[in-house]
């Protein structure tokens, strides 16, 4: 492996730089967006039991407590409890806005290193075919074949370890985006909710 990895030349240190960033943002990812697979009903009805009961800061505690991907956004609106209910609605938004750049973040530099990765590995393609050919010439077309093997052997490996490094990379993407939009159609889905139990209790209170 190491020898094939030396073989590559020099475009397979930028190649294996995609991959161990590659790596560090699906493990991160990984961390953050599990550790999120939390019930935002069972998280709700507990808000909601404090709530009704008068504890406000103690579901505010609980909600912060949460990694349930609308527990800042139960914080938002039980922090804002005596606001109209626009003025809820747009606090609301703008805690879930910020919730979805949580959740995405590094997202892009997975999206790079898969077009990337790729033209790394045609670039090396291209300058091991060049080699080659370079080596060809200075000899008259009468080159040693093993020599002329070291050019072809450069230009395949860069471009096997381009995709290598991509077609994993672009699988996990895909795997995390599909974790990220559970989670935004869970805060779509409970945030009115939300906005009604912070106006709710604005009306009890009145």
Known sequence: MLDAFFKGGPVMYPILACSILSLAVVIERLIVLLRRNVDPDELLEDVKYAVEAGRIIEGVQIAKRSRSPISNLIVAALTNIGKSRSEIEEIVQAAGDQEVRRLEKNMAVLELIVTVAPMLGLLGTVIGIIKSFNVFGMTGGL???????????????????????????????????GLIDRNIAVMNRKSLEIVSLATSIRSDVA
């Not at 040693?144 to 996990?172: K, R, S």
Request: proline share 6%; hydrophobic share 55%.
């Open 143 to 177: 080159a040693d074949p093993a020599i002329l093997g070291i050019g072809i052997a450069e230009a395949l490996i860069t471009t096997a370890a381009g995709l290598i490094v991509a077609i994993p990379t672009q699988a996990m993407y895909t795997y995390l985006s």
